[in-house]
């Protein structure tokens, strides 16, 4: 049975009493569910088990397993969150309403460039990234299991996959979710298009092969010479970055597949560097093509060495060379640096430890080099200090923190802030005070004779908002 199965894989890295909790909010899920089917005719329950099975692969904390379980209880059975809080504890209700409010918010992709703000608010809403981690299992067993929907709603999620749930995994590092919400994306958007290339990939392995395997020979025979110990792999690419490659480069599919890619994986920084020399001196570099990722990660934290070489018969050789930690941090990314120390459950301690992870990745800049806006730049990534909010036609507004409605009012248009008398937010009356926050829906209720308030100087925190109540005749000429 698949919940023993995901007991036994959590029982190696978490303690018996954690997974015991593991368990009953399963028992709790199994039964707010009960009688509920998929799409596909499964018993509603084996879904949140099998986003709890993808985060059990990331090693991840007992309470985001559990907030797995649950994640779709308040959303689906009316089950409420003091309930949940009551049973499981304010942590998990917190993840679990946290990842209810993501699943809340409709993406309407007529503007691409909403997409980014997209990206942003998801991670400003989710003030836990564990809540994020959560709901990227969750968007990745959707994906999965996508073939039962109708066409048109197919196509309305794999487009938010692509847009916003697929950037947010490489923010955050996590590339092995990202590489498969792309190529699932990729598939259920142009079905076409994606079977074509899957063929012609098929076609173009058969042909590769021979000279695939003497360029990998012929590297572990040089490694075994030098007895550096390492791990030779050939690397495929990625259907959805062969399809990018092609539309947005410009190039052809034989282009992109004359390139062979590998990635030597070994033990030490030091056998890093020795390896490069070794392969440097095996084949041609190509002038321009090295890069120095170790020295210099990437804002997300990814480390490697890339280079690109001339082979035999003239070949080019794509090498990426990373230590086994390396590896792991390219694939799990912020996920790999979870801790599971029990006892210590507060949203602070979580914090803590996204604010651990930023500090690692400074540290790693700080050998580099530099600076403190990179850290900057990585902090705002996660939690930036911005509000995005709704217009009633889903246009996004990104707003500084604390920002009121009548901020909001003055952002869209001056004249809408000067006649302003009222708002709704998510539908509900809301004083004009109020401070907003991500993900909601702003309505602006105005008057064409009203005048603006002074008193709203009090609680305004943008300029423009300041200067046009100052001086409303000047400002809405
Ligand atoms: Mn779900």
């Known amino acids: 049975m698949a919940l023993r199965l995901l007991l036994d894989k959590l029982s190696y890295y978490l303690e018996v009493k954690e997974v015991r909790r593991v368990e009953r909010a399963y028992v709790f899920a199994e039964k707010c569910h009960e009688g509920q089917l998929r799409q596909s005719g499964d018993p509603y329950i084996t879904h949140p088990l099998a986003v709890a099975h993808i985060l059990a692969d990331m090693h991840m904390d007992h309470e985001s397993l559990m907030a797995a379980m649950l994640h779709d209880v308040i959303e689906d059975t009316g089950v409420t969150k003091g309930q949940i809080s009551r049973r499981f504890g304010r942590p998990v209700a917190d993840l679990v309403d946290g990842v209810s409010k993501l699943t809340g918010i409709e993406f309407q992709s007529k503007a691409e460039q909403q997409a980014e703000s997209f990206q942003k608010m998801t991670l400003a809403m989710s003030r836990d990234i564990r809540v994020v981690l959560v709901k990227l299992a969750d968007r990745l067993h959707n994906m999965r299991t996508l073939g039962v929907l109708s066409p048109a709603k197919r196509r309305r999620i794999a487009r938010e996959t692509l847009d916003i749930y697929a950037p947010i995994a490489q923010r955050l590092g996590i590339n092995d979710i990202r590489l498969e919400l792309e190529n699932l994306g990729f598939a259920a958007m142009y079905p076409l298009r994606h079977r074509r290339l899957r063929e012609a990939m098929k076609a173009a392995k058969k042909n590769r092969k021979e000279v695939v395997a003497e360029i990998h020979q012929s590297m572990e025979v040089r490694l075994d010479q030098e007895k550096v110990e390492a791990t030779v792999k050939s690397r495929e690419k990625h259907l959805w970055s062969i399809y990018r490659k092609m539309r947005e480069k410009k190039r052809s599919f034989r282009d992109i597949m004359d390139v062979f890619a590998f990635r030597l994986i070994v033990t030490s920084v030091d056998d890093c560097y020795r390896t490069l020399g070794m392969i440097h001196n095996m084949f041609k570099?190509?002038?321009?093509?090295?890069?120095?990722?170790?020295?210099?990660?990437?804002?997300?934290?990814?480390?490697?060495?890339?280079?690109?070489?001339?082979?035999?018969?003239?070949?080019?050789?794509?090498?990426?060379?990373?230590?086994?930690?390396?590896?792991?941090?390219?694939?799990?990314?912020?996920?790999?640096?979870?801790?599971?120390?029990?006892?210590?459950?507060?949203?602070?301690?979580?914090?803590?430890?996204?604010?651990?992870?930023?500090?690692?990745?400074?540290?790693?800049?700080?050998?580099?080099?530099?600076?403190?806006?990179?850290?900057?730049?990585?902090?705002?990534?996660?939690?930036?200090?911005?509000?995005?909010?709704?217009?009633?036609?889903?246009?996004?507004?990104?707003?500084?923190?604390?920002?009121?409605?009548?901020?909001?009012?003055?952002?869209?248009?001056?004249?809408?802030?000067?006649?302003?008398?009222?708002?709704?937010?998510?539908?509900?009356?809301?004083?004009?005070?109020?401070?907003?926050?991500?993900?909601?829906?702003?309505?602006?209720?105005?008057?064409?004779?009203?005048?603006?308030?002074?008193?709203?100087?009090?609680?305004?925190?943008?300029?423009?908002?300041?200067?046009?109540?100052?001086?409303?005749?000047?400002?809405?000429a």
């Not at 120095?292 to 990437?298: F, N, R, S, V």
């Not at 990373?322 to 694939?331: G, H, K, N, W």
């Not at 604010?355 to 403190?372: F, H, K, N, V």
């Open 285 to 476: 570099p190509v002038p321009g093509e090295f890069k120095d990722y170790i020295a210099i990660p990437k804002a997300n934290g990814y480390q490697s060495l890339h280079t690109v070489l001339v082979g035999m018969h003239g070949v080019v050789i794509e090498v990426q060379i990373r230590t086994v930690e390396m590896e792991a941090m390219a694939s799990y990314g912020i996920a790999a640096h979870w801790e599971y120390k029990a006892g210590r459950q507060t949203a602070d301690v979580n914090q803590r430890r996204a604010a651990r992870w930023i500090q690692g990745l400074l540290e790693m800049q700080q050998q580099a080099g530099d600076s403190l806006e990179f850290l900057e730049h990585v902090k705002a990534d996660l939690f930036p200090d911005e509000v995005y909010v709704f217009t009633p036609n889903g246009k996004i507004i990104e707003l500084p923190g604390s920002a009121t409605p009548i901020d909001f009012a003055y952002s869209v248009h001056t004249g809408l802030g000067n006649s302003c008398i009222a708002c709704r937010v998510d539908g509900q009356l809301t004083p004009l005070s109020e401070q907003l926050e991500s993900g909601q829906r702003v309505e602006i209720i105005s008057a064409a004779e009203a005048q603006p308030n002074p008193n709203w100087l009090n609680f305004v925190v943008t300029a423009k908002a300041r200067s046009a109540i100052r001086l409303p005749k000047e400002s809405a």
